[in-house]
C-alpha cells in the first residue's frame, strides 16, 4: 500500500525557517516524481514545488522561489522541504504527492497534510 | 500563466441527480486536465486525468470531457459520498500548473 506521511509542521515566527519532511512507503520512491503542493486554511490547491526522481530536476512555484529548497533521500525513501524566510502567507496545510508516471504533473497519491503556521 | 476559471463556486443537488462542473482556461492547454475529489480534512483525490481517463478505482459515474478551453466533470446519479469539493488542474504549462478555485457539492 502506498503511504505518504508528512511531518514537521508547527507554528513558527514570520521571518523564521521549518523543515518538512514525507516518509515514503509501499512503492519504489526512487522511480518517482515527487510534489509539495499546500492549501491555505479554507483556500484552494497550489503547487509550490517539483523534484524528478533522481533530484536533478527541480522546479518552485515564483511564490517561493528564492525561499524554499526542495530535496530528497532516495536511500531513505523521503522528501523533504526546507522553508525560509516564512511569511504569513505562508500559512497552509503541506502535501506531499507523487508524479503519476504516464502523466507526470499529476498528483495520484497525497500524503494527509502537515499544518504550518506563520505567526507572531 | 494560465488561468483556469472554474464554476460554480457552490452547488447544491441530491443524492441521485445529475451535475455537471466547469472548467474554462485562458488558453488552449489541449487535454492536460486533471480533477480531483477533495472531503473536509483529507487530502485531494485523483479523479480523472487527460480530460476525460478516469483514474483506477474511481466510480465509473464520474466522467469527464473536453479539449482545448473548455472542460466539464460529470457525476452521474450522486451518491452520499460524492459531496465534497472539487477542483481541476492544468498541466499544460509545467511548472506552473494551476489550479481551478473549487466546486463546493453540497447536500440539497
Known amino acids: 500500500e502506498v503511504q505518504l506521511v508528512e511531518s514537521g509542521g508547527g507554528l513558527v515566527q514570520p521571518g523564521g525557517s521549518l523543515r518538512l519532511s514525507c516518509a515514503a512507503s509501499?512503492?519504489?520512491?526512487?522511480?518517482?516524481?515527487m510534489n509539495w503542493v499546500r492549501q491555505a486554511p479554507g483556500k484552494g490547491l497550489e503547487w509550490v514545488s517539483y523534484?524528478?526522481?533522481?533530484?536533478?530536476?527541480?522546479y518552485y512555484a515564483d511564490s517561493v522561489k528564492g525561499r524554499f529548497t526542495i530535496s530528497r533521500d532516495n536511500a531513505k525513501n523521503s522528501l523533504y522541504l526546507q522553508m525560509n524566510s516564512l511569511r504569513a502567507e505562508d500559512t497552509a496545510v503541506y502535501y506531499c504527492?507523487?508524479?503519476?508516471?504516464?502523466?507526470?504533473?499529476?498528483?495520484?497519491?497525497w500524503g494527509q497534510g502537515t499544518l504550518v503556521t506563520v505567526s507572531s | 500563466a494560465i488561468r483556469i476559471t472554474q464554476s460554480p463556486s457552490s452547488l447544491s443537488a441530491s443524492t441521485g441527480d445529475r451535475v455537471t462542473i466547469t472548467c474554462r482556461a485562458s488558453q488552449g492547454i489541449s487535454s492536460y486536465l486533471a480533477w480531483y475529489q477533495q472531503k473536509p480534512g483529507k487530502a485531494p483525490k485523483l479523479l480523472i486525468y487527460a480530460a476525460s481517463t478516469l483514474q483506477s478505482g474511481v466510480p465509473s459515474r464520474f466522467s469527464g470531457s473536453g479539449s482545448g478551453t473548455d472542460f466539464t466533470l460529470t457525476i452521474s446519479c450522486l451518491q452520499s459520498e460524492d459531496f465534497a469539493t472539487y477542483y481541476c488542474?492544468?498541466?499544460?504549462?509545467?511548472?506552473?500548473?494551476?489550479f481551478g478555485q473549487g466546486t463546493r457539492l453540497e447536500i440539497k
Open positions: 509501499g512503492f519504489t520512491f526512487s522511480s518517482y516524481e
Open positions: 504527492a507523487r508524479g503519476m508516471p504516464i502523466q507526470l504533473w499529476t498528483y495520484d497519491y
Open positions: 523534484i524528478s526522481s533522481s533530484g536533478s530536476t527541480i
Open positions: 488542474q492544468q498541466y499544460y504549462s509545467y511548472p506552473g500548473i494551476t
